[in-house]
């Protein structure tokens, strides 16, 4: 089964919108098998956001992450890492769809909310950078044969 890393943002914390979120995945039928409260460390932020080193905003992107706690998550399903994007909406929320997280809650690019692994390399990449195997659950959601067919 596919599984993505998510990143809700010091923004999306300060903005008390942690419940919201997982809400979001929970009701479109993916599972949490990954899940923990932190501060990030300047080597984890740099390491994660490492493809934009040599982009403008890339030493602001890094303050930002290390400024506040984020909620760091996996989430697993059919197609989990598309979807996710998908849920989550364009990069810059002016760009985004509304019924998306950042088309519902954001307006500016360096305050768009949450972080989603766009391809099934990263995923893999970002999952294991950000969680050891003994803090992922292996489980099944009891209403499985409702969301599978
Ligand atoms: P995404 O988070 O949608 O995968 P990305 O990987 O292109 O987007 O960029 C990573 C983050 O960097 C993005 O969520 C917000 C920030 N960012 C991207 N483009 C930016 C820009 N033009 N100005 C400021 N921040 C930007
Ligand atoms: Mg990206």
């Known amino acids: 089964m596919e599984r993505t890393f998510l990143m809700i943002k010091p923004d999306g914390v300060q903005r008390q919108l942690v419940g919201e979120v997982i809400k979001r995945f929970e009701t479109k039928g993916f599972t949490l098998v990954g899940l923990k409260f932190m501060k990030v460390s300047r080597e984890l932020a740099e390491q994660h956001y490492a493809v934009h080193k040599e982009r403008p905003f890339f030493g602001s992107l890094v303050e930002f992450i290390i400024s506040a706690p984020v909620v760091a998550m996996v989430w697993e399903g059919k197609g989990v890492i598309a979807s996710a994007r998908k849920i989550i909406g364009a990069t810059n929320p002016l760009n985004s769809e509304p019924g998306t997280i950042r088309g519902d809650f954001g307006v500016d690019v360096g305050r768009n909310l949450i972080h989603g692994s766009d391809a099934p390399e990263t995923a893999q990449q970002e999952v294991s ?21």
């Open 129 to 149: 950078l950000w969680f050891t195997e003994e803090e992922l659950v292996s489980w099944q959601l009891a209403v499985t044969p409702w969301l599978y067919e």
